[in-house]
């Protein structure tokens, strides 16, 4: 039997197993100091509506993805939603962790009044983009990239 998913924004407590699931997004990154990834937490979620959200099976994260709103001025003043780091455990996938997560956040965008929900993969296997529109997600537009360091 499926153990259910309890999807919650993450709190500072819960930031070590958060990083541990973003080793899996960029391996090669050196790990990001506790202090660090609690004062990042901090400001990605100082929007309102924003949220880090993470899904714990147990105690245990095991997938989870960012969602930034966005004001605008433009939209008749609708703000947007910007989806980031979408991960799920290698060991928990192809389970429906990662789309139960991702549509927990863009229930949570409709409640913001966002007019639309934007998430961008540097991925170039299929998996992420089968995984996308299977969540409703089309290509729509060109993305445009500047690494500032």
């Known amino acids: 039997m499926k153990q259910e998913l309890d999807i919650r924004p993450v709190g500072e407590a819960n930031m070590p197993g ?8 960029h391996p090669q990154d050196p790990a990001l100091a506790v202090v660090t990834a609690r004062m990042t937490l901090r400001q990605g979620v100082a ?18 993805c960012a969602m930034v709103v966005v004001p605008s001025g433009t939209r008749v003043g609708k703000p ?3 989806i980031e780091n979408v991960v799920t455990h290698p060991g928990q996938r192809r389970r429906g962790y990662g789309t139960l997560v991702l549509q927990s956040a863009l ?10 929900a934007t998430v961008l993969t540097t991925s170039l296997d299929d998996v992420p983009a089968a995984f ?3 969540s409703g ?5 060109n993305g445009f990239r500047l690494k500032l360091a």
């Open 47 to 64: 929007e309102p509506g924003s949220a880090v959200l993470v899904g714990f099976l147990g105690d245990v994260p095991v997938s989870s």
């Open 132 to 134: 996308f529109f299977a």
């Open 107 to 116: 229930a949570r965008a409709r409640e913001a009044g966002c007019f639309r």
């Open 137 to 141: 997600f089309e290509t729509s537009a």
């Open 80 to 82: 947007s939603a910007l």
């Open 18 to 25: 958060l990083a541990s699931l973003y080793r899996y997004l």
